[in-house]
């Protein structure tokens, strides 16, 4: 059949089918029924001469005719159904169905189509799986993350409970197979470094100190003493089994995953150990992982690599400026005075929970208020993750049909070193109004789940970045103070260049092959301290692209504000504008530019500006 568009605009329409047969009488199976039932939809569909189809998604192009072949096919089921039903044969009718597609759909099945062709060039690569740092890392890879999962795992039925049991037990097996991931990429020639091994060892060595009572079993205990659907007896059993499960199978398999590591040592030479930096492979898999993460169809590396080094330049020369004036304003001769001058001058000081009150205050001016209230839960790390962890805290997205609790988890061991400022801004980065709210706005949106779960990295943190960024701006309406003021401009100009410098730093390991005495060289060109050059190319050895998530990302949605304000003037409205690039979840930055670029052009449509 033919699909004619009599627009002159690009359509997408979802084509399915609908398969149904006749029914037998339910009160005499002599007879029919004369009442349809459907038939499972299994079919194929194909362009036979114009327009195209994807993932059963059809496009036709604007005045095109597209003419498209659907094949219906019976399951063996269905076959059977009729057979036993009919003994003399009955009709099957079979409707295509093509319904358009909304924008939120749209973007959707969009998010469908990059993933899947993300996944069919990445194993199109030799040895893809191979080149990734996942198991084993500096920061307790998947020992690590199974902690926090099973932090964050609800349990809704008895059964769900039974499993968080045999996931503990099945640790005493799959832990030690990490071994033989290992000795695979050392024999692939993908070898770790003494430096991960050796983090990964003294992160396992902090979790065997506590084998007596890990802190999993306090957190499982509590979970299940909430459990309505459980009694007092079987909630006694199961906080046993997980209390034994925890001793008898997670620490084995910790054990025998700590001393087996300790074999990989001395694999990787010290000029070799830069990971994707020395694969032959391994700046294809960069280019291709970062316009994944980032969200862009074919990223163009060259202006990719000019538009850090200009950004980098601008911000962190601003920043230099302005810590000079604070210098020169307070008489400062040293970097501990500087330090304790900035901690001095705090946006607000409180217990974490307060800092959230006030934080919600902070929002109205940035976002719509939640339709729900969620109640912020704000906890800590176990002390084993919390010493080998970079992170302040971090948000952990709940299951997308929970409306209670959220949970914000702060690293203890960095609270004590960190500003009011430093806790404050993270609090907002990763609770409110970022990455808690940005998630809880989009489950509150009528979005395809998918859309919630498949969910842009950079759209995330570049949203959460600018809200720290807009932290300070904010602090300086409400304090009316000269010298309080320098404190936040400084912040604020330290805060846009923060993440640029490891980006500009990741893309030229993994991409321009810089080695450790590159990145000391560009470290001591912007006036920063050279003798950090080691200790950031063995972070970011280990995470290539990570950084451009935050770098870049905060790059763009500073852009995209600043478009937007000097496109529309007194016109623009920060907290619609901030609705409009959240409401379709946490998009890649391609689609959140061209959703910009429709927003500006509607606004100015409606205002009579020129654009």
């Not at 990445?122 to 932090?151: C, H, L, P, R, W």
Request: proline share 2%; hydrophobic share 35%.
């Amino acid at each position: 059949f033919n699909l004619v568009n009599l627009s002159n605009e690009t359509l997408n329409y979802r084509l399915s089918i609908v398969g149904m047969t006749e029914s037998v009488s339910t009160s005499d199976e002599e007879f029919v029924a004369e009442k349809s039932q459907l038939l499972t939809d299994t079919f194929k569909a194909e362009i036979i001469q114009g327009g195209t189809i994807d993932n059963n998604v059809v496009t036709v192009n604007g005045n095109g005719v597209c003419k498209i072949k659907v094949t219906y096919t019976l399951t063996d089921e269905n076959k059977k159904l009729i057979e036993d039903s009919f003994p003399y044969g009955m009709y099957v009718e079979g409707f295509v169905k093509l319904e358009d597609l909304n924008n939120y759909q749209e973007i959707a099945y969009s998010n469908i189509e990059d993933f899947l062709n993300f996944y069919i060039k990445y194993y199109d690569i030799k040895d893809a799986s191979f080149m990734n740092v996942t198991y084993v890392d500096q920061f307790g890879g998947y020992v690590a993350d199974f902690g926090t999962y099973m932090e964050a795992y609800h349990l809704y039925s008895e059964q769900e409970v039974k499993d968080i049991v045999s996931f503990i037990e099945s640790t005493k097996t799959s832990f030690p197979t990490y071994l033989d991931f290992v000795q695979d990429k050392a024999d692939k020639g993908y070898g770790l470094s003494d430096v991960t091994i050796n983090a990964m060892r003294d992160y396992l060595e902090e979790v065997l100190k506590d084998k007596d009572h890990y802190y999993l079993e306090d957190v499982l205990s509590e979970k299940i003493s909430k459990l309505s659907f459980l009694t007092e007896e079987q909630k006694t059993d199961y906080k046993k089994q997980i209390s034994d499960s925890l001793k008898d199978s997670f620490m084995v398999g910790v054990q025998t995953l700590y001393d087996g590591l300790a074999d990989f040592l001395g694999t990787v030479a010290k000029e070799d150990e830069g990971y994707w930096a020395s694969y032959e492979y391994g700046k294809e898999l960069f280019e291709m992982n970062l316009e994944d993460l980032l969200g862009y169809s074919d990223i163009d590396m060259d202006e990719y690599i000019k538009t850090l080094d200009e950004e980098l330049a601008a911000t962190s020369s601003d920043a230099t400026n302005k810590q000079y004036a604070i210098i020169d304003k307070f008489n400062i001769s040293t970097y501990d005075q500087l330090e304790a001058l900035l901690k001095r001058y705090s946006i607000f000081e409180g217990t974490p929970d307060e800092m959230m009150v006030f934080l919600k205050d902070f929002a109205k001016s940035l976002v719509p208020l939640l339709s729900s209230d969620p109640d912020i839960v704000i906890k800590e790390m176990d002390e084993a993750s919390a010493k080998v962890s970079n992170a302040v805290a971090y948000y952990l997205k709940s299951p997308i049909d929970n409306t209670g609790s959220e949970y914000v988890t702060l690293n203890p061991n960095k609270l004590g070193d960190s500003s009011n400022n430093d806790v404050l801004d993270t609090l907002a980065h990763e609770g409110y109004p970022g990455h808690l709210y940005a998630y809880v706005y989009s489950k509150e949106q009528d979005l395809p789940n998918i859309s919630k779960i498949m969910s842009s990295v950079a759209h995330g943190e570049g949203w959460a970045t600018y809200v720290s960024m807009k932290l300070y701006e904010y602090a300086k309406e409400i304090k009316n103070d000269e010298k309080f003021t320098m404190i936040m401009d400084y912040l604020l100009a330290s805060h846009l260049s923060s993440y640029l410098l490891e980006c500009r730093i990741d893309v030229g390991v993994h991409y321009e092959g810089w080695a450790v005495k590159d990145v000391a060289n560009f470290l001591k060109k912007l006036g920063y301290d050279s003798n950090a050059a080691q200790e950031l190319y063995n972070l970011i050895i280990e995470i290539p692209t990570q950084y451009a998530t935050y770098g870049y990302g905060k790059y763009i949605f500073n852009k995209i504000h600043n478009e937007a304000k000097a496109t529309l003037g007194n016109y623009y409205d920060e907290v619609e504008f901030n609705a409009m690039i959240l409401s379709n979840g946490w998009v890649g930055l391609e689609t959140l530019e061209q959703m910009v670029d429709e927003y500006l052009d509607d606004k100015c449509f409606q205002y009579g500006i020129e654009r």
